[in-house]
């Protein structure tokens, strides 16, 4: 169980969705954060609220395309002196498009947001994390982490490598508690910035993301699984059953996954 108050927490994905909403169950516990993502109106609003629960919060804008601004954020946390002791690594982009009718270029683009990025962020932090006492990571994976799933196929492969990669450094080093946090639907506008086949968004509000779990409920959790260290938490509605579906009883996981609707 870690005691939040006071803590330092560095929130990826935070101008939006499940990492704003994380951000703001953080700081509404007195957990001081910094804030990361691409909109920076939009994480100057998030930075705002934080603020005026009472804790320290800073903000960087920053592309998880590309390594040389990943680089730029660190050191203005390292200049500011902020010591995170929670690393929420959530920010992400999904995928509207067939395996086959998906480009390459579009493959690496999410594969480098969704994954590289994190792995990247936390080498950057390799002296920090071996020195610290504890560090807590916090890993935003997905359902489509656990099995396959129409329209996803380079969106399902960065979050199954998540769990690989994570997983086996929680293993690795005692200071390390990695805690998976696997959504299925929340309301967000993830599906607007979802990379079709071509690279180019897809701009629309999926009916099955709207019906999603509402985002502030989610993060709740989130953070409720964070305070705790669990190793993995499923956050969603019905749908989490898949996952145990999956699970136990794949010859009908394979027969469902075929008919749900991707969108
Ligand atoms: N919503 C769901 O149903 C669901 C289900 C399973 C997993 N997830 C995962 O939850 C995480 C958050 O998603 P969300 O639903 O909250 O969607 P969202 O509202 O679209 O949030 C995604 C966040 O990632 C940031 N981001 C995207 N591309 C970036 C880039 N190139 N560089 C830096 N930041 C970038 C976005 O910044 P901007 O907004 O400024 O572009 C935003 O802050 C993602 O990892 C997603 O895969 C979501």
Redesign the pocket.
Known sequence: MIDLRGKNAIV?????????AIARQLAREKCNVFLT???AS?LENTLQYCKSQGVAAYCKE????DFNSIDLLVDDIKAKDFSIDIFVL?????QREKGLETSFETDRSIMQ??YWSSVYIIKKFREHILNAKHINISV?????GLFGFPLRTSYCAS?HALFGFFESLDLEYPNIAVTFLI????N???SK?ALMGDGKRYEKMDPG?SK?LDVDKAAKKAVNAIRKEKHRKLIGKGELLMAHINRYIPCLYYKLAKIISPT
């Open positions: 990826t994905g935070a101008s939006s969705g499940i990492g704003a993502g691409l909109g939009q920053c592309n998880f395309s959530n920010a992400g982009i999904s947001i969704n935003t994976t997905s359902l489509a979050k959504p299925g639907r929340i967000t506008e993830i910035s993301q999603g």
